[in-house]
């Protein structure tokens, strides 16, 4: 299906995914990446630990709610995908990203700001596969 | 008040993913579909994410510790092995997949959508396989 070209509302969303990026790091010196945030609620170190990363999980949550109240509706979400597909790419993404140390948010944004040699072979690299992936799945497959 | 502020910072970070449609796995496939309904919308997003995570991470570090204590925690690994590369790339089939990310389908749950629930749940799977794959050395949790 055709999505709509938004490039302002997407560079704004960027601006404040940034901004929560370097409050995480201001206040709690933690670098933003959802997969390491998620396997640390999973995979419990201490008390304190887990405290910090259930309230910035219920932060996140909390955001369509928020959008809700100021626009009326809730994000656009259409998902093209069958419940067998989702199982699969999710358990790919989990087992990928904690090999890799590193999702979209933790090697995308927070890795190549600070010029991370490994942010810079990870990024390239998962946005190649993906590429790749959408076009085998619509165009050699026929999705 | 260190929870309070990760509250916050969570609903920055997840309002920022909800407008720039991050959370719309429509709109993130068809980033990747060049060949076919190309949407280069979510170019902008990290355009938009990595112009304040490199000026605001600079800005954070000429602090001694971050404001709720502790050390910044930041990896300075430079090292570029297979788990790298090969869970990055894994990491972008899933991705190319599924079309939610961790970072965008944690907000996403906010939607109260069943897709977004069954995708984390497999997500975590995946990250219970990681540890039956490579068993994790303390230094090297993810991010």
């Known amino acids: ?143 | 008040m260190k929870l309070v502020f990760a509250l916050i910072t969570g609903l920055v970070f997840g309002t920022g993913i909800a407008v720039s449609g991050m959370m719309d796995p429509a709109k993130v496939l068809n980033f990747f579909d060049i060949a076919g309904t190309w949407d280069p919308s979510l170019a902008f997003v990290m355009g938009g994410a990595l112009v304040v995570t490199f000026f605001g991470y600079r800005f954070a570090f000429k602090r001694s510790a971050p404001l709720f204590g502790g050390r910044f925690q930041v990896s300075s690994s430079t090292d570029i092995d297979l788990k790298l590369v090969g869970g990055s790339a894994l990491f972008g089939i899933g991705w190319g997949i599924a079309g939610f990310c961790p970072g965008a389908a944690i907000p996403a749950l906010g939607t109260g959508r069943w897709e977004v629930a069954l995708f984390l749940v497999a997500v975590v799977a995946g990250f219970f396989l990681r540890r039956l794959v490579a068993p994790i050395r303390p230094a090297q949790a993810a991010r």
């Open chain 1, 1 to 143: 299906m055709e999505t709509t070209f938004t490039p302002f509302t997407s560079f704004g969303g960027g601006l404040a995914i940034g901004l929560g990026a370097v409050l995480l790091m201001l206040g709690l010196g933690r670098v933003f990446g959802a997969t390491g945030i998620l396997s640390g609620a999973v995979f419990v170190e201490s008390r304190d630990d887990l405290s910090w990363r259930l309230a910035l999980i219920v932060g996140m949550v909390l955001a369509p709610g928020l959008i809700f109240v100021i626009i009326g509706s809730m994000p656009e979400l259409n998902v093209p995908i069958s419940p067998v597909m989702i199982v699969v790419g999710g358990v790919i993404v989990g087992l990928g990203a904690s090999l890799g140390s590193g999702c979209t948010s933790g090697h995308g944004v927070c890795g190549l700001s600070r010029l991370s040699v490994r942010s810079l072979v990870a990024v390239p690299t998962f946005m190649a596969t993906a590429a790749i992936t959408v076009f085998l799945i619509r165009h050699v497959f026929g999705g």
